[in-house]
């Protein structure tokens, strides 16, 4: 039993601060209102009812918003405690809210939007689907309202909407938006040969005789052939893959820039940052690939002595392997 009157008093305590500060809203609201400061009363009651949403407070709302001279505003919160007081049971209510909603139909405005594709449109902060023939009307109030139309890889569109009186149908037509002028492909890059080495000068080398060096077996040794050819054959499968890849990247962003709706599968910008460096370098590297490929083969086939030669210079230490053919 204690422990049950624990959780509720902990409960009301959580409970009490979003509670007054509704009733305060509130209060000040009606305060408010009866001092005719309209710019003041609704938002305070739109607060209060945001924060504890009531029967009464959503009727004083919407008579506020009748008084400021928002028609639609009013319109729509007397349908929505029309309804509230029908699920509650409470006659009197509903049959105000009822009253006032048919009294405010005639005057309130109306904002018709067509397209001739299907399109998300969003007048203000609320969302609508727009189907193709399909024209939908929004209740608005009188005043400048902002129609904008947004899609992934196309320009936004954006217009403003003046509505001057009430009872009135302002109509809209949604354009197609235009698609993003999406960058070709980047241009090929030729393969630079690698400069030949500059020749050691004979005053900064100690060379020492050549020691020449001889298998044992009738056939010389075929490993740095095998060698070559794995890792060549490695790296130009690398360099097809990253072209495989940057291709198909590519086709997709040609059908992503012909089609006039977003496809299933979109190029993301990081893809599309890829692109830039993975098609120049899979040519490059399917290209050393193929090169160090046919010299392992060429060292597989016809190398019969492998010459040695020590190499010290103020550089450092190293070898220089010769083959004889």
Not at 272 to 285: E, I
Request: hydrophobic share 45%; charged share 15%.
């Amino acid at each position: 039993m204690s422990f049950t009157m624990a959780v509720v008093l902990a409960s009301l305590v959580t409970q009490a601060p979003e509670r007054s500060e509704a009733v305060r809203a509130f209060d000040e609201g009606k305060a408010a209102m009866k001092a005719n400061d309209l710019g003041r009363a609704c938002p305070l009651l739109e607060k209060s009812f945001t924060l504890e949403p009531a029967l009464g407070t959503l009727l004083n709302l919407a008579t506020c918003f009748e008084q400021q001279g928002k028609m639609a505003s009013a319109w729509v919160r007397f349908n929505e405690a029309t309804s509230w007081a029908q699920r509650t049971r409470e006659a009197k209510r509903e049959a105000f809210a009822s009253e006032r909603a048919t009294a405010l139909k005639p005057r309130v405005s109306w904002l018709s939007l067509a397209s001739t594709s299907a399109a998300q449109v969003k007048v203000d902060a609320v969302k609508l689907a727009v189907s193709p023939g399909v024209p939908v009307a929004l209740p608005v109030d009188v005043g400048v309202h902002i129609v904008t139309r947004e899609q992934a890889g196309f320009s936004a569109w954006t217009t403003q909407v003046h509505v001057e009186r009430e009872g009135t149908t302002t109509t809209v037509t949604v354009p197609e938006l235009a698609p993003l002028d999406l960058p070709g492909p980047p241009p090929l890059v030729a393969l630079t040969p690698v400069p030949e080495p500059e020749p050691v000068k004979p005053a900064e080398v100690v060379a020492p005789k050549p020691v020449e060096v001889k298998t044992a077996v009738a056939e010389p040794s075929r490993a740095p052939g095998w060698v070559l050819v794995a890792t060549g054959v490695t790296v130009a499968v690398a360099g097809g893959v990253g072209l495989g890849w940057s291709f198909a990247t590519y086709d997709q962003l040609q059908s992503q820039r012909r089609s006039t709706f977003s496809p299933v599968i979109r190029v993301s910008q990081r893809d599309f940052d890829m692109l830039q460096w993975v098609y120049p370098a899979s040519w490059v590297t399917a290209g050393v690939g193929l090169a160090t490929a046919i010299s392992g083969a060429i060292v597989l086939f016809t190398t019969r002595t492998a010459v040695v030669v020590p190499v010290v210079g103020p550089q450092g230490a190293g070898a220089a392997v010769s083959l004889s053919f």
